[in-house]
């Protein structure tokens, strides 16, 4: 059973950076792509960025270079670096886990699994 924990997030202000990080269990994960999603209040899940198994990375267009996608094979784990943080970046913050292994990067929610989510504030 795949199990994703998030950590990392809290509140900041505007042009603040935060680390999320994600430890992944369950299975070997070195072969399936990692990444994250948010939701703001009253919106729809949005993709946020990915990192495949062999390292190519996909960002949302917002993220302009802003955030970063690493992952730790030997740790199972995946991380998003957040600089200059905007008050519309506040939302919950989702690590995902493809779910084919040697899949490529999806931007449609259902073909990854989610952990349960932390909360990211970023005030004005």
């Known amino acids: 059973q795949v199990q994703l924990v998030e950590s990392g997030g809290g509140l900041v202000q505007a042009g603040g950076s935060l680390r999320l990080s994600c430890a992944a269990s369950?299975?070997?994960?070195?072969?399936?792509?990692m990444g994250w999603f948010r939701q703001a209040p009253g919106k729809e899940r949005e993709f946020v960025a990915a990192?495949?198994?062999?390292?190519?990375?996909l960002n949302a267009d917002f993220v302009k270079g802003r955030f970063t996608i690493s992952r730790d094979n030997a740790k199972d784990s995946v991380y998003l670096q957040m600089n200059s943080l905007k008050p519309e970046d506040t939302a919950v913050y989702y690590c995902?886990?493809?779910?084919?292994?040697?899949?490529?990067?999806?931007?449609?929610?259902?073909?990854?699994?989610w952990g349960q989510g932390t909360q990211v504030t970023v005030s004005s």
């Open positions: 990192i495949s198994w062999h390292g190519a990375k």
């Open positions: 369950g299975r070997t994960f070195s072969s399936y792509a």
């Open positions: 995902t886990v493809g779910s084919r292994s040697y899949g490529e990067i999806s931007r449609d929610p259902d073909a990854w699994y």
